[in-house]
Nanobody
Framework: QVQLVESGGGLVQAGDSLRLSCVAS????????MGWFRQAPGKEREFVAA????????SYVDSVKGRFTISRDNAKNTVYLQMNSLKPEDTAVYHC????????????????????WGQGTQVTVSS
């Protein structure tokens, strides 16, 4: 089992940047494919980005391509989400998630496939 704790959210203006972090504790971090999801008020939780256990295989939702970058540091048990050129529509609670039992290159956009979730960090982008 793994515990996930997100940080780095806040209130920013449109065009600003933020870097979210998600620190994992418990089992070996490199055993998990990781993802970031977000949930705005009144909306379902949606996929943002995912990264494989090794070798940096990534995927993104179209709305963040070219603006957001997911990365991980297995030595620090941490996955990051660098968010640039933020827009008001990026406002949401951002959650990281972990998927166990997958190959080194595996990523998934499906929230139902993830096994563990963090509590989330709020990102608010003002216009």
């Amino acid at each position: 089992q793994v515990q996930l704790v997100e940080s780095g959210g806040g209130l920013v203006q449109a065009g600003d940047s933020l870097r979210l972090s998600c620190v994992a504790s418990g089992r070996t971090f490199s055993s998990y494919a990781m993802g970031w999801f977000r949930q705005a008020p009144g909306k379902e939780r949606e996929f943002v980005a995912a990264i494989s256990r090794y070798f940096g295989s990534t995927s993104y939702v179209d709305s963040v391509k070219g603006r957001f970058t997911i990365s991980r540091d297995n030595a620090k048990n941490t996955v990051y989400l660098q968010m640039n050129s933020l827009k008001p529509e990026d406002t949401a609670v951002y959650h990281c998630a972990a998927k166990e039992g997958v190959s080194l290159y595996y990523t998934t956009k499906s929230r139902n496939e993830y096994d563990y979730w963090g509590q989330g960090t709020q990102v608010t982008v003002s216009s």
